[in-house]
Structures are given as structure tokens and as C-alpha cells.
């Protein structure tokens, strides 16, 4: 038999042994006819098929054979070898893309350092600065290769207060426990390139760049915001000193709720409260249930906040009443605060009882002028007399007595708005010290003051009449012409205990 390259073989030995472990045994010159293809792989099924249509043989040799196995097995390699070069060019291009992503990253990080508004410091494990950015500059005045590689407490003295500088941004990073991000600001002082100290906020956090230990330093220079605040304090405290020194009672009050929120210390001294207990209460608290015109004290001082809110300045008349329940005459004044997040109104009360007392007696003493002005009867007179004083004196009831002829006794007394009882037994009595302040002023000659009736001996025999009508207080004076004679007196009654 011969090799495959056409020489014989000599080795009958090598032949038999390899047809004993062979499974197929292809001869040169053995007839391939298409049965025997039947249970080749495919492939080659198909390839033999080519073959015996190129050559036009049935059954072609086995050097043609394996020359067409040994090119398919080449296009094989070949295609694997492609696959290897674009696996290799698409390794290379995600590496390419990491290193561009990873560059613009970086890129957009420097980007951010350079804009931000922090001063942001990288220092090494053993205090030393590493890196500075563009704020920092500005703020301190350094150049970064200035501060690069000096040793931090350059920049921040006081950190190096309590075992170096490493040491203390050691302990502010773990200031709130064990943790690489603690954010919460500090405040120390920084220095700047001219020695000025400045106030700043410090945030420190513990970070591990390669082998290396790292702190992130960001700080924030304050001391606009520190002017800011100091400024705001003393504009507060010019305020409050303009309100507590305002000749009027200033309020504030939250217009949906009715109650007071601030107040000064004329709205204490005005209501006889203490700040604390005015806060507890409002408006309606501190009015009587009506007003004198008849309106409803709650409903009206509605209405009153409702036009204030809406922009309408509001300035009224209201009675008002104190914590001892006296009732007194104010201006108020009402006007809208801005505010965010509630509704409140500015008050601003006056007290004008003496302006009205006064309005009133100038009234009154305008109708008496006019009275004598038209010869009207000494009657009408003595009684607009008598209402003038009780006009100015709420709560108070007024009598003239004129002296009779004989001097002991009063001729006439005008009381228009005292008890009948009381005005005969005023009437009757006789001119002596122990019959009523009016009798003991003509007597004495002078002014006589009771201010309790039950107890003053002045008053003892008129002392059950005049506590019937209630009357608790009498002051009265003597009248006299210009010549010094005694014509009668004026006396003053009160339902309360007391002196002018």
C-alpha cells in the first residue's frame, strides 16, 4: 500500500495497527460512492457533494478529501482569529471609553470645585494641605501652590488647639459618632494671607483615596452673615425700643384667632396686665359686652380686622376695660402686617378719656356761657352746672346747695340725678359738722373730702340715707362770691370708695 504522498509502505506492521485502531479505514483507491457518505457529518456530506460537482468524479481521492477539510478547517481559523480581533477592538474601546468618562468626570468635578461657593480643602493624614480650590484663594488670599503642602493650622490656628491638626479634623470627623460623613457645620476661626481672622463654618469628613487617608475639609466664610445677624439684633432691639417707648399701647394680634401675639409696655401699664397674661387673651377679652352706641363689642371688632386685612386702615372709638373691670375710652388704630405664614394686624390703642372729659366740659361750660349770655333763671344755670361736672365725672352725681337767709339751713339744693331720699335729707339739713360733707364745708369754710361715708364721722347723720342710694364717697367744696361771702356748696357723690 502506499502513503498519502504516493510512496509505498514498508511497515506492514504500522498498517495493521493502524486499521486496528481506526474506526474507518479510507483507501486511495477505494470507490466513495454516495451511500457510504450518508453517515458523515453534514458538513461534509455537503462539502463531498461540492466536490463531486466540481470534478465530475463519484468518488473523488483522498488527497482531494483532505485538501478541501484542511482549507474549511483555515476558514475556520481564520474566522476565529477575526472574532479574537473584534473582541480585542472592543476591549480596547471600552477601556478608551473609561478613560474618557473617568477624564470627563474629573473634569466635571474640578469644574464644580472651581465654581462652588465652599472653601474645599483636601489634607493628608498628617495635617497637610493636598489640594485647594478657587474659593479658597479668594478667601484667604494664598495662591494654591502657597498652601499646598504647608500644614493646615496655617490657614485654621485653632485647630491644632488639641494635639495637631490631623488630630483635631480627627476629632471633628467623628464628632457625631463613627462615621465618614459628618456634614454638620462648626463654627472656628480662619486666617487670612493679611493676618485678619475671620468667622467661618467648618464641616469635616474622613475619606480613603488608594493606601492613603484622606479628610475633606469645606468651609464657609460667615462674615456677612454674622453682620447680617448682629444687624437684624440691633434693628430688633431699635424696634422694640420704639415700641415699649411709644406713647401708645401697641398690639399685635392674629386677625383669624382674635389673641394677641405681642404687646408692649404701655398695653401692660393701659390694662393693668402683665405681658404673659395679655398673650393669654384679645380684643373681645378686654371690652365690655356692648359698646355705647348699642353694637356688640365681639361683632363689631370683627368687622374691624376684616377691613384691616384686606388692606382698608381702620381708626375707631372702643370702651375698653382693665383687669380691676374700669371702663375707659380709646382711639384705636388698626393696620395689616405682612407675615408668611399667619394673618396678623397691628393695634394701636390711645387712651382719650381726659381729651373726651375735656371736649365735654368745654362743651357744657359753652352751654352755661350761653345760658347767662341770655339772662336764663338761676335754676337752669345751677342745672347745667350740675350736668357739666357729672359729664366729666363718669359714674359721679353732683348737687349745688345755696345757703338760705338765716344761714343755718340750705334754701335750695339742685340734684338732678340723685336719690330723692337722700336729696331731702340733704335739703333738711341743718349747716353743722356732723350733717354731710356739704353742711361740714359751709360750716369749715373749706374743702371736705369723705372718701368712705360708712366710717367718717362727717357724715353721720345722713350716713344710712346716703349708703341706701349708694353712694359710698362725697367731696365737696364751698361756694363764695368774690367778696368772700358764703353762698352754698358743691358736693360730689360716688359709688365707690375713694379721693379725687
Same mark, same amino acid.
Given at each position: 500500500?502506499?502513503?498519502?504522498?504516493?510512496?509505498?509502505?514498508?511497515?506492514?506492521?504500522? $498498517?495493521?495497527?493502524?486499521?486496528?485502531?481506526?474506526?474507518?479505514?479510507?483507501?486511495?483507491?477505494?470507490?466513495?460512492?454516495?451511500?457510504?457518505?450518508?453517515?458523515?457529518?453534514?458538513?461534509?456530506?455537503?462539502?463531498?457533494?461540492?466536490?463531486?460537482?466540481?470534478?465530475?468524479?463519484?468518488?473523488?481521492?483522498?488527497?482531494?478529501?483532505?485538501?478541501?477539510?484542511? *482549507?474549511?478547517?483555515? *476558514?475556520?481559523?481564520?474566522?476565529?482569529?477575526?472574532?479574537?480581533?473584534?473582541?480585542?477592538? /472592543?476591549?480596547?474601546?471600552?477601556?478608551?471609553?473609561?478613560?474618557?468618562?473617568?477624564?470627563?468626570?474629573?473634569?466635571?468635578?474640578?469644574?464644580?470645585?472651581?465654581?462652588?461657593?465652599?472653601?474645599?480643602?483636601?489634607?493628608?493624614?498628617?495635617?497637610? %494641605?493636598?489640594?485647594?480650590?478657587?474659593?479658597? #484663594?479668594?478667601?484667604?488670599?494664598?495662591?494654591?501652590?502657597?498652601?499646598?503642602?504647608?500644614?493646615?493650622?496655617?490657614?485654621?490656628?485653632?485647630?491644632?488647639?488639641?494635639?495637631?491638626?490631623?488630630?483635631?479634623?480627627?476629632?471633628?470627623?467623628?464628632?457625631?459618632?463613627?462615621?465618614?460623613?459628618?456634614?454638620?457645620? &462648626?463654627?472656628?476661626?480662619?486666617?487670612?494671607?493679611?493676618?485678619?481672622?475671620?468667622?467661618?463654618?467648618?464641616?469635616?469628613?474622613?475619606?480613603?483615596?488608594?493606601? $492613603?487617608?484622606?479628610?475633606?475639609?469645606?468651609?464657609?466664610?460667615?462674615? #456677612?452673615?454674622?453682620?447680617?445677624?448682629? @444687624?437684624?439684633?440691633?434693628? #430688633?432691639?431699635?424696634?422694640?425700643?420704639?415700641?415699649?417707648?411709644?406713647?401708645?399701647?401697641?398690639?399685635?394680634?392674629?386677625?383669624?384667632?382674635?389673641?394677641?401675639?405681642?404687646?408692649?409696655?404701655?398695653?401692660?401699664?393701659?390694662?393693668?396686665?402683665? &405681658?404673659?397674661?395679655?398673650?393669654?387673651?384679645?380684643?373681645?377679652?378686654?371690652?365690655?359686652?356692648?359698646?355705647?352706641?348699642? &353694637?356688640?363689642?365681639?361683632? *363689631?371688632?370683627?368687622?374691624?380686622?376684616?377691613?384691616? /386685612?384686606?388692606?382698608?386702615?381702620?381708626?375707631?372709638?372702643?370702651? @375698653?376695660? =382693665?383687669?380691676?373691670?374700669?371702663?375707659?375710652?380709646?382711639?384705636?388704630?388698626?393696620?395689616?402686617?405682612?407675615?408668611?405664614?399667619?394673618?396678623?394686624?397691628?393695634?394701636?390703642?390711645? =387712651?382719650?378719656?381726659?381729651?373726651?372729659?375735656?371736649?365735654?366740659?368745654?362743651?357744657?361750660?359753652?352751654?352755661?356761657?350761653?345760658?347767662?349770655?341770655?339772662?336764663?333763671?338761676?335754676?337752669?344755670?345751677?342745672?347745667?352746672?350740675?350736668?357739666?361736672?357729672?359729664?366729666?365725672?363718669?359714674?359721679?352725681?353732683?348737687?349745688?346747695?345755696?345757703?338760705?337767709?338765716?344761714?343755718?339751713?340750705?334754701?335750695?339744693?339742685?340734684?338732678? $340725678?340723685?336719690?330723692?331720699?337722700? @336729696?331731702?335729707?340733704?335739703?333738711?339739713?341743718?349747716?353743722?359738722?356732723?350733717?354731710?360733707?356739704?353742711?361740714?364745708? %359751709?360750716?369749715?369754710? &373749706?374743702?371736705?373730702?369723705?372718701?368712705?361715708?360708712?366710717?367718717?364721722?362727717?357724715?353721720? @347723720?345722713?350716713?344710712?340715707?346716703?349708703?341706701?342710694?349708694?353712694?359710698?364717697?362725697?367731696?365737696?367744696?364751698?361756694?363764695?362770691?368774690?367778696?368772700?361771702?358764703?353762698?352754698?356748696?358743691?358736693? %360730689?357723690?360716688?359709688?365707690?370708695?375713694?379721693?379725687?
Amino acid at each position: 500500500m502506499e502513503r498519502p504522498d504516493g510512496s509505498p509502505d514498508e511497515n506492514p506492521e504500522h $498498517r495493521s495497527t493502524h486499521a486496528t485502531h481506526a474506526t474507518t479505514v479510507v483507501r486511495a483507491d477505494a470507490d466513495l460512492r454516495e451511500t457510504d457518505t450518508q453517515s458523515l457529518h453534514p458538513l461534509l456530506q455537503a462539502q463531498l457533494k461540492e466536490l463531486r460537482l466540481r470534478t465530475g468524479l463519484a468518488a473523488p481521492d483522498v488527497r482531494m478529501l483532505l485538501r478541501l477539510v484542511s *482549507s474549511h478547517y483555515d *476558514s475556520i481559523d481564520e474566522e476565529r482569529r477575526g472574532i479574537v480581533r473584534s473582541m480585542q477592538l /472592543m476591549a480596547d474601546e471600552v477601556r478608551a471609553l473609561d478613560h474618557d468618562q473617568h477624564e470627563a468626570a474629573s473634569d466635571q468635578l474640578q469644574v464644580i470645585l472651581d465654581h462652588i461657593k465652599e472653601i474645599v480643602l483636601t489634607v493628608d493624614e498628617h495635617g497637610g %494641605v493636598r489640594s485647594f480650590n478657587p474659593t479658597g #484663594e479668594r478667601v484667604f488670599g494664598y495662591a494654591q501652590d502657597e498652601v499646598v503642602g504647608r500644614p493646615l493650622d496655617l490657614l485654621i490656628p485653632q485647630i491644632a488647639d488639641r494635639g495637631g491638626a490631623a488630630q483635631g479634623l480627627a476629632n471633628l470627623a467623628a464628632a457625631t459618632g463613627d462615621t465618614h460623613l459628618d456634614l454638620a457645620p &462648626r463654627e472656628i476661626w480662619g486666617r487670612r494671607k493679611s493676618g485678619e481672622v475671620f468667622p467661618a463654618e467648618i464641616a469635616v469628613s474622613r475619606a480613603r483615596l488608594g493606601a $492613603r487617608e484622606t479628610f475633606i475639609v469645606c468651609m464657609r466664610d460667615v462674615t #456677612e452673615r454674622r453682620s447680617s445677624e448682629r @444687624h437684624l439684633r440691633e434693628s #430688633e432691639a431699635r424696634y422694640r425700643m420704639l415700641v415699649d417707648h411709644a406713647p401708645e399701647a401697641i398690639f399685635v394680634i392674629d386677625a383669624d384667632t382674635e389673641r394677641f401675639v405681642d404687646a408692649n409696655q404701655n398695653a401692660e401699664r393701659l390694662f393693668g396686665m402683665s &405681658r404673659e397674661e395679655l398673650l393669654k387673651c384679645g380684643p373681645p377679652d378686654l371690652s365690655p359686652p356692648s359698646q355705647p352706641d348699642g &353694637r356688640t363689642s365681639r361683632d *363689631s371688632q370683627h368687622g374691624y380686622f376684616k377691613r384691616a /386685612m384686606e388692606g382698608e386702615p381702620q381708626r375707631f372709638e372702643w370702651m @375698653h376695660r =382693665d383687669a380691676s373691670g374700669r371702663t375707659f375710652i380709646c382711639e384705636v388704630r388698626l393696620l395689616s402686617l405682612p407675615s408668611a405664614t399667619r394673618r396678623l394686624v397691628r393695634g394701636s390703642i390711645i =387712651d382719650i378719656s381726659e381729651r373726651k372729659r375735656a371736649d365735654r366740659l368745654r362743651d357744657c361750660e359753652r352751654e352755661v356761657l350761653q345760658q347767662l349770655a341770655s339772662n336764663a333763671s338761676l335754676m337752669e344755670v345751677l342745672q347745667s352746672i350740675t350736668s357739666l361736672i357729672e359729664s366729666v365725672g363718669v359714674g359721679s352725681a353732683c348737687s349745688v346747695s345755696l345757703l338760705g337767709p338765716d344761714g343755718a339751713t340750705f334754701s335750695t339744693v339742685i340734684a338732678p $340725678r340723685v336719690d330723692k331720699t337722700l @336729696h331731702a335729707s340733704l335739703a333738711r339739713a341743718l349747716i353743722g359738722i356732723r350733717n354731710g360733707s356739704c353742711a361740714a364745708a %359751709v360750716y369749715l369754710g &373749706r374743702q371736705v373730702l369723705v372718701a368712705d361715708v360708712s366710717k367718717d364721722p362727717l357724715c353721720r @347723720h345722713l350716713r344710712d340715707e346716703a349708703l341706701a342710694a349708694g353712694v359710698r364717697a362725697v367731696w365737696s367744696t364751698p361756694i363764695k362770691d368774690v367778696g368772700g361771702r358764703m353762698l352754698g356748696s358743691l358736693g %360730689v357723690f360716688r359709688t365707690e370708695v375713694g379721693l379725687p
